[in-house]
T-cell receptor, first 109, second 114 residues
């Protein structure tokens, strides 16, 4: 079966750096997405990786290793507003998105 | 503002009621999706429409009935629901089904079935 694993919850301190991991086993691979979802709001697109390596976008970076079935989202200079759930999703060979259950990130002052 | 709106934002209904959820996208996309989001579970894809044609129905019970009158509007008609159907129902759109396009989500309807 297809599976996406990510930690259920993480806690970090304002101003620090946090890395949220995602591992996947899917039928084929056509890209990996990270979304941010604040409580009661829509998931919003953060990043897309289809080739190995690091994609940097401001304070957020996303890394992909296709051979290891692994990705991480790196958040730097954490702010209180970064408290949210972070969803990892992989597009499989049928171009269907397979979703992880999300990682709830709690930022403490 | 993501360009995808959903109404109502909150809905409480009894098991014998009939209600409808509405989604509208202002992004010029051709594909629209219904997802169910339950606490601590992955998003569950329910239905997909591409150019107004239903392309996927992921074994969703018949008490959920989708309707897509045009590429900008999507409805989910609900009848005789069960308490376990209580969840956040998210609508999304993308340029078209398949390809490397990104899905954009609405804020969801929080549904409670009593």
């Amino acid at each position: 079966g297809q599976n996406i694993d990510q930690p259920t919850e993480m806690t970090a301190t304002e101003g620090a750096i946090v890395q949220i991991n995602c591992t996947y086993q899917t039928s084929g691979f056509n890209g990996l997405f990270w979304y941010q979802q604040h409580a009661g709001e829509a998931p919003t697109f953060l990043s897309y990786n289809v080739l190995d390596g690091l994609e940097e976008k401001g304070r957020f970076s996303s890394f992909l290793s296709r051979s290891k079935g692994y990705s991480y989202l790196l958040l730097k200079e954490l702010q209180m507003k970064d408290s949210a759930s972070y969803l990892c999703a992989v597009r499989d060979s049928n171009y269907q998105l397979i979703w992880g259950a999300g990682t709830k990130l709690i930022i403490k002052p | 503002e993501t360009g995808v709106t959903q109404t109502p934002r909150h809905l409480v209904m009894g098991m014998t009621n009939k209600k409808s959820l509405k989604c509208e996208q202002h992004l010029g996309h051709n594909a629209m999706y219904w997802y169910k989001q339950s606490a601590k579970k992955p998003l569950e894809l329910m239905f997909v429409y591409n150019f107004k044609e239903q392309t996927e129905n992921n074994s969703v019970p018949s008490r959920f009935s989708p309707e897509c009158p045009n590429s900008s509007h999507l409805f989910l008609h609900l009848h005789t629901l069960q308490p376990e159907d209580s969840a956040l129902y998210l609508c999304a759109s993308s340029q078209e089904r398949g390809g490397a396009d990104t899905q954009y989500f609405g804020p969801g309807t929080r549904l409670t079935v009593l």
